[in-house]
């Protein structure tokens, strides 16, 4: 069980901070039942969920140390773009890496549309609205999840990944030349 002031993904609404536990009624017949009360961080509203329910998925948002690993590891990922043309084998595609919620397939599949994106671009085609769509809830569960972990503005992770990523060449840079 959660504790008051724990951070964790609550589904497709992202952070939320548990601000409370309370029980409360579910019939006339008194039947108590434990909720907690979820703050999203970045929407405005109030979550009551079961304590043990599972429709939606729950767990702890990860630490300050495992987000800048799964920094320091984005310059190593093989991302491949993903083509189909039947618009729903798409969505499912992309929607099974989401329903992961794991920071890990997030990172695979924003990279992966983005050279989707590089690659129509480059052929003088649009790029996609459900590429657009699903590249968007990539980049808001991981920024929201990252900055969470990392304590900073969601707005600020691509430049906090960039520096971190730029740190990695040069330094991998300097051990390449050194090599030499």
């Known amino acids: 069980m959660y504790r008051i002031g724990d951070k964790v993904l609550y589904g497709n ?13 579910l019939d006339k017949e008194d039947h108590e039942q434990l909720f907690y009360v979820l703050e999203p961080l ?9 304590v043990n329910a599972e429709k939606v998925f729950m767990r702890p948002i990860i630490s300050k140390k495992e987000a800048d690993r ?13 083509h189909n043309r039947v618009i729903r084998q798409l969505v ?3 929607d099974s890496v989401l329903k992961t919620y794991d920071c890990t397939d997030l990172i695979e599949l924003t990279m992966s549309i983005y050279a989707k994106k590089q690659y ?5 085609r649009k790029f996609g609205a459900v590429d657009a769509r699903y590249m968007k809830q990539a980049e808001e569960l991981l920024f929201g999840e990252l900055a969470a972990a990392l304590d900073i503005p969601k707005e600020e992770v691509p430049e906090y ?20």
């Open 13 to 25: 609404t992202g952070v939320c901070v548990i601000s409370d536990i309370t029980a409360r009624k």
């Open 42 to 50: 970045y929407s405005n509203c109030t979550i009551f969920t079961p």
């Open 70 to 82: 799964l920094i320091d590891t984005i310059p190593t990922v093989q991302a491949e773009a993903y």
């Open 92 to 94: 499912d595609h992309y």
């Open 120 to 124: 129509v671009e480059q052929q003088k």
């Open 161 to 180: 990944i960039e520096k971190k990523i730029s740190k990695y060449r040069n330094e991998s840079g300097d051990k390449a030349q050194q090599e030499e």
